[in-house]
């Protein structure tokens, strides 16, 4: 054993030898191919001296980062992820302006903008020198795993493998749709997934709720309920505000609502580990957690997953670079479709390449880097979603060959996670699932070349941009506006009646993909279909009748709710059925409708887009050519892949609907395997994260 020890011992000082004299090449070879970069005194050095700065400038350097770094980045914790990747240049430059000021007689010196290209490269070459010693030997890699596993079953105070039953993983790839995921596995772009297809997994599909997006879908995933969430964005009119569920004050209230309804803190309320979610679940291990986003101080654990990643300088710098690379291959992709004219096409300009990269690099990173952390933890269950193909596909359609080249590199992550399970100190069933999936489709806007906006106000015969008024489908607004207030006034007339009809406020109109909702903010109620066409007589019949809108649902004081559709059709909505004007979307439309319309906050007009089921196309009321939301085709139809020893998730011939049907699926999946089921309470209990990465 002390023979073991002395052997590993030695190779770990053989790689710290390698990296520095490797390190202090490369910062040889800069001070000679950048001018504002020198070794030398001002009357010049011999190569020996000129070698022995450069291993000063190199070694002071590396020491640095390995002591300093964590410091600085464990203060950085409250910095935005986006500026934090972006400071990790600026940081590293930093440090090797320290480090040549620690060189005897002042021989280093550089300017600032040429300290952060040095210390960017340094790091790079560093990181892959390391990375290669360790990639040629296998076993190598296999005890590093081991010795981080170890260092986290003593501070337990456990021995060996822990006892129990297996943890689970669930991983949620955001926005990849049954169809995107089956054709990825058979075209080879996601050989893990392939493998695991009918051999260790059982792939499933599930119908969505009406607002397809992973607001309503994870909140009920995670915490059983998804109750009053209509959309992605809606306005609340009795608080006045509009709910967005990206934003962390809204996502902290809809978590709260949810466990209010539900009594129970969520799907991961004892040992469980919430990476990268919009919800916590009740976990009390957090890393990128948007509810938990607002808190400030050390009650903000959401951001811990940042320490754990980015203390390694190694990891920073190579994220750092792929963050630039990820940047410069949006503009290229970009542009290429642009000259060729690719149709559909939306702006992919301003900061998009960089929240692109965000996505598809950053938060990547620390998310895998967590999960892996946490299955060498030990923890009991794990829930983690990685945005990077839903982000892609929102500006390059969900079967673009860019969308494509993202589910390669998820893949990878995929297999490199499940590679680590092996090394966990208990056996790990991972899950993979969508929160929703995707339809592809020009926009709305570029279609009919107004807005919905715009539309919606033309059919109240109010004011909009001049190229909606030049629009065909403006101009039958208008016109169709001011035919209805005349007949209206004429009727008034004939009633004895000479009032103008009521006005009332200007309609909000917040689009979530192919779904709107159109509210009338001076009202304090729901608005009724009467109501309605008493301020704006033409408004309901110029969307219904729309080709670009496939139905709407108002309320009305006459017949009960009501579901209107193109040629006039007008069915309740308790006679709803899967045919009619929803017969086009498919089974589960109807009682999907008749859900959302129970909802406290359900907006005083409902729009859905029209869905093409001969192209699968929809047409998003935002810039966006693959979009979710509402309903219509691959938006709807999400995906299990869950290991065969667990129960399937339907009966045969059956599917799970929605969101929250999936959330009791995977609390009997947890009960399985003897997972964490413990009333309310219990997250706020919870010990101080400890994240390792590996």
């Not at 993909?513 to 301020?535: H, M, T, V, Y």
């Not at 069915?571 to 004007?581: E, H």
Request: aromatic content about 6%; overall charge neutral.
């Amino acid at each position: 054993m002390v023979e073991g020890r002395w052997r590993t011992a030695g190779r770990a000082l053989v790689r710290v030898i390698v990296v520095w004299a490797v390190s202090t090449l490369t910062m040889l070879a800069l001070a000679g191919l950048l001018p504002d970069f020198q070794l030398q005194s001002g009357d010049g050095d011999s190569i020996t001296r000129t070698a022995v700065t450069a291993a000063w400038g190199a070694g002071a350097f590396g020491l640095l980062t390995a002591l300093v770094w964590p410091v600085v980045v464990r203060a950085l914790l409250l910095v935005p992820a986006l500026v934090l990747g972006l400071l990790v240049f600026f940081l590293n430059g930093s440090l090797l302006l320290i480090a040549l000021w620690l060189i005897p007689d002042g021989r280093g010196a550089a300017n600032p903008e040429t300290a952060v290209v040095v210390a960017a490269v340094m790091s790079a070459v560093a990181s892959a020198t390391s990375t290669a010693l360790a990639v040629r030997d296998d076993n190598a890699y296999r005890r590093r795993l081991s010795r981080l596993a170890d260092r986290r079953r003593r501070r337990r105070g456990e021995d060996g493998r822990l006892p129990g039953t297996p943890g689970t993983v669930f991983l949620q790839l955001d926005g990849v749709g049954h169809e995107v995921l089956r054709n990825a596995a058979d075209d080879g772009v996601m050989p893990t997934v392939a493998g695991w297809i009918g051999t260790t997994h059982r792939l499933s599909r599930w119908r969505t709720d009406w607002s397809s997006q992973t607001g309503a879908s994870q909140l009920g995933i995670l915490h059983g309920s998804n109750h009053d969430v209509p959309a992605f964005r809606w306005y609340e009119k009795d608080s006045g505000r509009v709910m967005v569920s990206n934003r962390p004050a809204s996502a902290a209230e809809l978590q709260r609502r949810a466990i209010e309804r539900t009594g129970d803190g969520g799907l991961l309320t004892v040992d469980g580990a919430s990476r990268g979610n919009l919800f916590s679940g009740g976990a009390d291990q957090l890393a990128l957690v948007l509810s938990m986003a607002a808190r400030r101080g050390k009650a903000n654990r959401s951001r811990a997953g940042y320490f754990a990643y980015f203390s390694d300088p190694a990891n920073a710098v190579r994220t750092a670079l792929s963050f630039v690379a990820e940047v410069a291959r949006e503009i290229g992709q970009s542009t290429r479709a642009r000259l060729r004219g690719d149709r559909p096409r939306v702006g992919r300009g301003g900061l998009y390449p960089f929240i692109r990269a965000f996505a598809t690099v950053i938060e990547r990173d620390v998310v895998v880097a967590s999960v892996m952390g946490d299955m060498l933890a030990g923890r009991t269950a794990v829930y983690a979603d990685l945005v990077a193909y839903d982000e892609v596909a929102h500006h390059s359609g969900p079967h673009s060959k860019d969308a494509s080249l993202v589910l390669e590199r998820l893949d990878r992550s995929i297999a490199l996670m499940a590679k680590v399970a092996e090394h966990a100190p208990r056996d790990y069933r991972i899950v993979l699932l969508s929160d929703h999936g995707q339809s592809p489709g020009e926009t709305f806007e570029s279609v009919y070349g107004l807005t919905l906006k715009d539309l919606v106000r033309a059919g109240c015969g109010l004011p909009v941009s001049r190229r909606a008024e030049r629009s065909k489908s403006g101009a039958e607004a208008r016109d169709a506006a001011g035919d209805a207030l005349r007949l209206a006034l004429h009727r008034q007339r004939a009633e004895g009646a000479d009032e103008h009809p009521q006005a009332g406020s200007d309609p909000m109109v917040l689009a979530s993909g192919n779904l709107a909702l159109i509210s009338f903010p001076d009202a304090k109620e729901r608005l009724s279909r009467e109501q309605i066409e008493r301020r704006h007589p033409a408004l309901l019949r110029t969307l219904a009748s729309h080709p670009g809108i496939g139905f709407l649902l108002v309320r009305s004081e006459e017949h009960g709710s009501l579901v209107l559709g193109p040629d006039g059709e007008e069915v309740p909505v308790s006679r709803l059925t899967d045919y009619g004007p929803l017969g086009v979307f498919g089974p589960g439309a109807a009682e999907a409708v008749r859900r959302t319309d129970s909802f406290p906050h359900v907006a005083d007009i409902m729009v859905n887009s029209m869905y093409d089921p001969k192209t699968g196309t929809v047409h998003a009321f935002e810039e966006q050519i693959g979009s979710h939301g509402g309903l219509g085709g691959e938006q709807s139809q999400p995906f299990l892949l869950s290991p065969l020893d667990l129960s399937a998730p339907a009966e045969p011939g059956a599917e799970v609907v929605g969101a929250e049907g999936v959330h009791r699926v995977l609390r009997r999946w947890l009960r399985e395997c003897e997972g964490p089921q413990v009333p309310i309470g219990s997250a706020a209990e919870a010990s101080p994260p400890d994240t390792l990465t590996p």
